[in-house]
């Protein structure tokens, strides 16, 4: 009886001892699979779950190296990165994370260079497709990045990501039936993949099919541990509906959410993460203007502008607003600017024209990377300059201005003094050709 009960004691030790041997890569692979999926607070349970057994925490920390890049946070990607190198991940697996950040931001050169040879081997394709058609849609290399995902859908026919990129491109061309269909697909495949909820919503209110998009919203916020975007979506959507209290309401909780984890939450669902702070206070202020009190628009006007300066359409909006209650003068100086962004990007709807006929149009290129940086976004606007380069290596005045913004910028990054003298010396030889 004693040995029988010994027997069974070593067989119960030994299956714990499998099992808690086995906890960590089961709780690991389930995490890969939720980023995979996009559920990236999932994987973020499931990483924490992983550390009861305190085994394998490279990959650990390089499954949050990889969340904080497809949320990102350039800064959180390069200390987890940091901590999988120091606790001996796979100098090859990490650096080819490094290579998939800078494409993901636009910087494509090698990922063009070694794609082909990647896509041989097969491993992490998954990422590296989606890696690549971010930085291909950065640089409206549209046609490129509609060929990568069309091989992506046929060798990962469940993987969500590629439809809604999908969507995201027809959407951005305003192909919107074509869009709604692409993300119906995403979410087919995913039902929590918030930023193809939102958009899927976004696209149906562009057609004004407001009942449905309040309804991909609401599911959308039921998802989402920062539900603003989806929140000022709904406002939006009752306040172009007519049904003005129910937008205050809805503006009213979004506008009481804190504003720490707004920039990364518009980041998720795809939006520029410079504007989040401007979205709830704009929608209050043309709720406001829609119920025909003005003098309380202006307020919410000058806190959207305060966050965003750059959005020529609520500057507008703003003068406008100025001229209703008697303010002429501060009406003019603000409608000018507004007039003068416009007027560029009636320019840049133009330049965008030629890059879709000729993507090589290198002088389109260049010149629609000096509007974006001087009217949106200095960091499109660095991306579309660089893409010049993909075309013509040697194109001065590129150089040019790359050195002339590394320079400005050198307290920013360490690596911009040798950027700034690099494209200097490029401008420098191109001038002598």
Not at 16 to 27: A, E, H, K, M, Q
Not at 231 to 252: I, T
Not at 348 to 370: C, N
């Amino acid at each position: 009886m004693k040995r029988r009960l010994l027997r069974i004691g070593l067989l119960i030790a030994v299956l714990i001892g499998v099992g808690l041997l086995s906890w960590t890569p089961w709780c690991l692979q389930q995490a890969r699979e939720s980023i995979r999926l996009h559920n990236l607070a999932e994987a973020e349970e499931w990483l924490e779950q992983s550390r009861l057994i305190p085994w394998k925490s490279q990959e650990r920390m390089f499954l949050k190296a990889r969340i904080a890049r497809k949320l990102g946070k350039n800064r959180e990607f390069g200390r987890y990165l940091e901590a999988a190198r120091l606790q001996g991940m796979d100098e090859e697996r990490l650096e080819l994370e490094r290579m998939l950040q800078r494409a993901q931001l636009g910087d494509l050169q090698t990922l063009d260079e070694q794609f082909p040879d990647l896509l041989q081997r097969g491993e992490d394709l998954s990422a590296i497709c989606e890696a690549y058609v971010l930085g291909l849609m950065m640089q409206f290399r549209i046609d490129q990045a509609m060929s990568i995902i069309e091989v992506w859908k046929a060798d990962f026919p469940n993987d969500p990501q590629p439809y809604f990129l999908e969507g995201r491109l027809l959407e951005y061309q305003t192909f919107l039936d074509g869009a709604a269909i692409a993300l119906k697909r995403a979410i087919d495949r995913a039902p929590h993949h918030t930023p193809a909820l939102v958009a899927l919503a976004r696209v149906e209110a562009d057609q004004q099919n407001y009942d449905a998009a309040i309804g991909w919203y609401q599911q959308a916020a039921a998802f989402m541990e920062e539900p603003q975007p989806a929140l000022v979506g709904m406002a939006r959507c009752y306040r172009d509906q007519g049904n003005l209290d129910e937008a205050r309401q809805v503006l009213e909780r979004a506008l009481k959410r804190p504003e720490d984890d707004l920039v990364d939450a518009y980041r998720f669902v795809g939006a520029r993460g410079e504007t989040a702070l401007a979205q709830a206070p704009i929608e209050m202020a043309k709720l406001e203007l829609a119920e025909n009190h003005p003098e309380e628009a202006i307020q919410w006007f000058e806190r959207a502008l305060a966050a965003d300066s750059n959005d020529w359409k609520n500057r507008f909006l703003y003068g406008q607003t100025l001229q209703r209650i008697g303010e002429a003068e501060r009406a003019a100086e603000h409608l000018a600017q507004a007039e003068d962004a416009r007027t560029a990007f009636e320019r840049a709807d133009l330049l965008i024209d030629s890059v879709r006929k000729d993507p090589s149009d290198v002088e389109a290129r260049y010149e629609m990377g000096l509007i974006l940086m001087d009217h949106m976004s200095e960091n499109n606007g660095l991306v579309w300059l660089k893409s010049v380069l993909k075309y013509d290596p040697h194109h001065v005045k590129t150089h040019q201005k790359l050195a002339e913004y590394f320079t400005m910028h050198m307290g920013e990054n360490s690596e911009y003094a040798r950027l700034a003298a690099y494209h200097a010396e490029q401008a420098r030889l191109g001038e002598t050709k």
